[in-house]
């Protein structure tokens, strides 16, 4: 009688947690690199439907802290604009969807968005760190 109770809970459980996984598109982004050596921030997929989407963040690197910041574009070409006297995104310029920020070398981070139609640049913006290499664009379809 307990093993028919427990297995209805866990089939009750899974019913629950199921929607809630299969009603978004995650998206695995890996950040590497060190200071001054190359850099790199890794989506996958780099295309996705329109929606509810989590970005799960990994910080690969051994001794530096990153972040991750997603900034929906005007066009896939628009101008990133670049404070070059202080090696940063102005991020004041750009709409941000939202930010994984002071991710410890090692961990892990997720930030949940709704995705409309378009290009994302998804991108590390502590000092220097874009311009080495740590950015990425994002392709959003129908």
Same mark, same amino acid.
């Given at each position: 009688m307990?093993? @028919?109770? @427990?297995?209805?809970? #866990?089939?009750?459980? #899974? #019913?629950?947690a #199921?929607?809630?996984f299969?009603?978004?598109t995650m998206i695995n982004v890996v950040e590497t690199g060190e200071g001054g050596q190359p850099m790199g921030l890794k989506l996958e997929p780099?295309?996705? =439907?329109?929606?509810p989407a989590t970005f799960h963040v990994h910080n690969d690197a051994m001794t530096e802290e990153h972040?991750? @910041?997603?900034? =929906?574009? =005007?066009?896939?070409?628009d101008k990133i604009p670049l404070n070059t006297a202080k090696?940063?995104?102005?991020?004041k310029k750009l709409k941000s969807l939202g930010e994984v920020a002071d991710l410890k070398p090692g961990k892990d981070g997720e930030l949940s968005?709704?995705?409309k139609p378009g290009t994302y640049l998804v991108f590390c913006n502590i000092k220097g760190h874009y311009e080495?290499?740590?950015q990425n664009k994002l392709t959003v379809t129908k």
């Open positions: 307990k093993r @028919i109770a @427990i297995l209805t809970l #866990a089939a009750a459980l #899974a #019913a629950v #199921a929607p809630a299969a009603a978004g780099a295309t996705v =439907k329109a929606g972040e991750m @910041i997603v900034v =929906k574009l =005007k066009s896939p070409d090696h940063r995104v102005d991020e968005v709704d995705l080495a290499g740590m």
